[in-house]
């Protein structure tokens, strides 16, 4: 019944050692600021043009808009929501339903930067995030009856959103969307499944993607 959402591939990671001393990177990196140790192409465009694949790095604000709409949906306040972030660096979390993300940016690149360095995020005790220690396909498989699907703006187009989702209460639907900015998902992604799905005629921000499957899934099941 509820609707598994993975983030995947999401811009988020520490400044990488090989781009530490580049001096636009130097001049805003503190270690005591947690803040600072994540990596943003806002501040370090001029530096990450040397790494691998540096169009999907370096995004946490994808991540946060996603994670604002995906937590604050009425999906997530009833209880049948589950949201999953994967990393450009294959780290895997799982965010409490029940976690408060800070609406101010640079608070939610401290809690990301504190995350990566210790692993996982509790208050008290409450487990608010915490890795999921597998890969993705361990993640598929840790669901019963998993309906997986892709979504991208390469996929086959569905004509009406009922074709996304059937209403069935034994069914777990998994649905990644990119947590990127540029490019495609990788090939290890694309491997996971062939249920590929595009949602508009157009290439859509991560967020209304996110946004607009969270309603679909709300339609079919009457929760407003
Ligand atoms: C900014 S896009 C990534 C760039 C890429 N050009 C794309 O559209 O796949 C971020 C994510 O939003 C989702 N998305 C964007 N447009 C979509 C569409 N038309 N149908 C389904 N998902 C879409 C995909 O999951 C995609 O990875």
């Known amino acids: 019944m509820p609707l598994i959402i993975v983030f995947t591939e999401c811009g988020l990671e520490l400044i990488p050692k090989q781009i530490r001393s580049h001096p636009a990177v130097k001049k805003n990196l503190s270690p005591r600021i947690y803040a600072s140790q994540l990596l943003d192409n806002t501040l370090h465009f001029s530096a990450m043009k040397d790494l691998k694949n540096f169009q999907k790095r370096g995004r946490p604000d994808i991540t946060h808009i996603c994670l ?10 009833s209880g ?3 949201v999953f972030v994967h990393t450009f660096n294959n780290k895997i979390f799982r965010f409490n339903p029940e976690i408060r993300i800070t609406r101010n940016y640079n608070r939610f690149k401290g809690l990301i930067a504190k995350l990566l360095i210790d692993g996982r995020i ?3 005790s409450l487990k608010l995030i915490t890795p999921f220690e597998g890969n993705l396909q361990n993640l598929i498989d840790n669901f019963k009856d998993p309906e997986v699907c892709i979504l991208s703006s390469k996929g086959k187009r569905i004509k009406d959103y009922e074709e996304l989702f059937i209403k069935d209460i034994n069914k777990n639907y998994i649905a990644f969307i990119g947590g990127f900015q540029k490019s495609g998902f990788s090939k290890y992604i694309k491997n996971l499944s062939d249920n590929l799905i595009s949602i508009s005629e157009y290439s859509l921000d991560a967020w209304v993607a996110t ?9 079919i ?3 407003l």
């Open 68 to 77: 604002l709409n995906a937590l604050g949906s009425s999906l997530n306040k």
């Open 80 to 82: 049948n929501l589950i």
């Open 122 to 124: 509790e208050i008290e």
């Open 211 to 219: 946004n607009r499957i969270i309603t679909y899934y709300e339609l």
């Open 221 to 223: 099941y009457g929760i």
